[in-house]
């Protein structure tokens, strides 16, 4: 039974993997962020009927005239089978209005701004969706996905230490309870696909699981071991919202040729260091400038260079710069690499004036993405937690999204 539970898990992860996204982006690109219009909320996750903002910068700064286009796609985000007429009142593609060039700053850009849904674009129906960018060529520039719902079931969520005694220091575990009283399931086994993230980071989601019992109208998971993930560590942070001055966790500020260089104090690993609370955002970023209300397009870029030293052995591994400012995706920008001559790994990643967290995460050849290998994994940790209910009835022509339930590590039940 367990190796059969284990094969659907991992064919499902496998799936999955194989059809998310490219969250590529050309260099002159910058800044993209897609988020509710609210405060403090950062993921895009939305009930229908409510706004989410996508907002980014072309450091080109030529007014390009871009396009948007929304598609509805499955569990698995490949784009599912409804026309546009079935999901989108209005138009799926229209052409972006909200545009404005950057305002006494050294680099150059245009700041764009959708909102959807607008006057000539909403939503229908609940499930996963793509916006992508296209430039005058009907080329795609950059997509981003976003998940709306619809508020059909409730969802429980309550954060453990694990169970394992192996990693009962380390690691933290999600329990949930879907409640129905309203809506009727048939088929649980068949029908309900939770997903769950950690700190809204889709690339080390959890999936697969099926209701272990049921209680009425409700649906429990009392799952420990496969909803696990390793608490990581609390995020480092730097603020640059004061462009020319060295400030917390900034050792020095240059202006170069160009732009200036905020070079950020070195990082020590804490993987043997002892847990220690302090608040973060989760690896989320605000952009802002402390002499302006309009940070959109007052706030400058500057070079971040990052150093880090760490006494591990990271033979094969490679070392990131990870966080939501760039929807947690490690590629060749934010990639450290190791100078022999001063013993760090280092890089320079060209950000906008904010408020930053991030963290060092590893990959090794396998792709297998690490949060602890240089800072450790704590249970202690505060991470935030979003549970996902996926609905397809049978014969439904597509996956629809019908609860969505948040949990916090900072009070752990034992």
């Not at 590529?24 to 509710?36: A, D, V």
Request: glycine residues 6%; negative net charge.
């Amino acid at each position: 039974m367990k190796n059969t539970l284990l094969f659907l898990v991992l064919a499902f992860l496998f799936n999955v993997a194989y059809c998310q996204i490219d969250f590529s982006q050309p260099n002159h690109i910058k800044t993209i962020q897609l988020k509710p219009i609210a405060t403090n909320s950062f993921a895009p996750i939305i009930k229908l009927g409510d706004k989410i903002q996508l907002s980014f910068d072309d450091l080109n700064a030529d007014e390009h005239t871009y396009t948007y286009k929304i598609a509805h796609c499955d569990i698995d985000w490949s784009v599912s089978n409804l026309s546009e007429s079935e999901f989108i009142n209005g138009y799926a593609e229209d052409r972006i209005r909200d545009y404005e060039n950057s305002f006494n700053t050294l680099q150059p850009f245009t700041n764009y701004t959708l909102t959807i849904p607008n006057e000539n674009t909403a939503l229908k129906i609940s499930g996963n969706y793509i916006i992508s960018i296209l430039n005058e060529d009907q080329q795609v520039v950059f997509k981003r996905s976003f998940v709306v719902y619809e508020p059909k079931v409730t969802v429980g969520v309550a954060i453990y230490r694990s169970r394992d005694i192996s990693n009962i220091n380390t690691q933290q575990a999600v329990e949930f309870t879907i409640n129905n009283p309203n809506f009727r399931i048939n088929n649980p086994n068949e029908e309900i696909y939770p997903i769950i993230l950690q700190n809204n980071n889709w690339q080390t989601a959890i999936s697969g699981l099926k209701p272990q019992f049921f209680r009425g109208t409700q649906l429990l998971y009392k799952y420990n071991k496969e909803t696990s993930f390793f608490g990581g560590n609390e995020f480092l942070f730097f603020d640059s919202k004061s462009i020319r001055n060295s400030s917390l966790n900034i050792a020095k500020v240059e202006l170069g040729t160009n732009l200036y260089h905020t070079y950020l104090f070195t990082n020590e690993e804490r993987i043997d260091k002892p847990y220690t609370l302090h608040p973060d955002a989760n690896g989320n970023f605000v952009v802002r400038n402390l002499t302006s209300d309009n940070p959109n397009t007052d706030a400058d870029y500057s070079w971040v260079h990052f150093s880090l030293s760490t006494l591990e052995n990271l033979t094969g591994k490679d070392v990131y710069v990870s966080g939501n400012y760039n929807s947690w995706q490690l590629n060749e920008l934010n990639k450290l690499n190791y100078n022999p001559s001063t013993g760090l790994y280092e890089g320079a990643i060209l950000l906008k004036q904010g408020f930053y967290n991030y963290q060092y995460v590893t990959k090794n050849s396998n792709g297998q993405i690490s949060n602890h290998d240089i800072d450790g994994s704590f249970y202690e940790t505060e991470n935030d937690y979003t549970v996902l209910i996926y609905y397809k009835g049978f014969g439904n022509r597509y996956t629809q999204v019908i609860g969505v339930g948040y949990g916090n590590s900072e009070k752990i039940n034992n």
